[in-house]
């Protein structure tokens, strides 16, 4: 019973172009959102995150946008480049200092 | 200032063996979690502690699984006697008490158990 789904396991852009990495709950008790960016070999590096009272949170070339009545989240990077390649997971948590629960992430592959 | 650290990156076990694991976190940090990613799949949530005391462990599989943090700095995750199973990457993350409470994790420790 996956509470955050990431259905898309890979994406490919090209360089220059928006990616768009999509995450969908199911647990209508979430009140914050994570995504992570994890490269070959390392841990997850946090990247931006989004608390359930906004729709949107920007952090340079990075968006996330958050549609709660849909209980769908979206990353936005624009414009992608290549070091931008590694796997994309989103996750969530209930409150403050509660576990993660994560997706089982996105691949995305930025072609140059 | 220096993140989340953890040892071994990779150990390579035989099933029956025992494998204890490291996590340091960041300096400061109250919160610990460990995780584990098994065979590509989510990331998956372990066990919790605030400072020395264990805040949630229902992640864990079994008791073959435990845990420590001694004084409330370091922490250990012990295996014993390891399964095939239990190979997969075990992540441990900190974060301060209160907001943001943003995790952040360590490399990973790769355990494969043959």
């Known amino acids: 019973d996956q509470q955050v789904k990431q259905n898309s396991p890979s994406l490919s852009v090209q360089e220059g172009r928006i990616s768009i990495l999509n995450c969908d709950y199911t647990?209508?008790?979430?009140?914050?959102f994570l995504w992570y960016k994890k490269y070959p070999a390392e841990g997850p590096t946090f990247l931006i995150s989004?608390?359930?009272?906004?729709d949107k949170n920007e952090d340079g070339r990075f968006t996330v946008f958050l549609n709660k009545s849909a209980k769908h989240l979206s990353l936005h990077i624009v414009p992608s480049q290549p070091g931008d390649s590694a796997v994309y997971f989103c996750a969530a948590r209930i409150r403050g200092n509660t576990p993660l629960v994560f997706g089982k992430g996105t691949r995305l592959s930025v072609i140059a | 200032e220096a993140g989340v650290t953890q040892f071994p990156s990779h150990s390579v076990i035989e099933k029956g063996q025992t494998v204890t694991l490291r996590c340091d976190p960041i300096?400061?940090?109250?919160?610990l979690y460990w995780y584990r990613r098994v065979m590509g799949k989510e990331i998956k949530f372990l066990l919790h502690?605030?400072?020395?005391?264990?805040?949630?462990e229902s992640g864990m599989p079994n008791n073959r699984f435990l845990a420590e943090r001694t004084g409330g700095t370091y922490s250990t995750l012990k295996v014993q006697p390891a399964e095939l199973e239990d190979s997969g990457v075990y992540f441990c993350?900190?974060?301060?008490?209160?907001?943001?409470?943003?995790?952040?994790f360590g490399p990973g420790t790769r355990l494969t158990v043959l």
């Open positions: 502690f605030v400072k020395e005391s264990k805040q949630d």
């Open positions: 300096s400061g940090h109250d919160n």
């Open positions: 647990n209508s008790m979430f009140d914050y």
């Open positions: 993350a900190s974060s301060q008490t209160g907001f943001p409470d943003t995790q952040y």
């Open positions: 989004i608390s359930s009272i906004k």
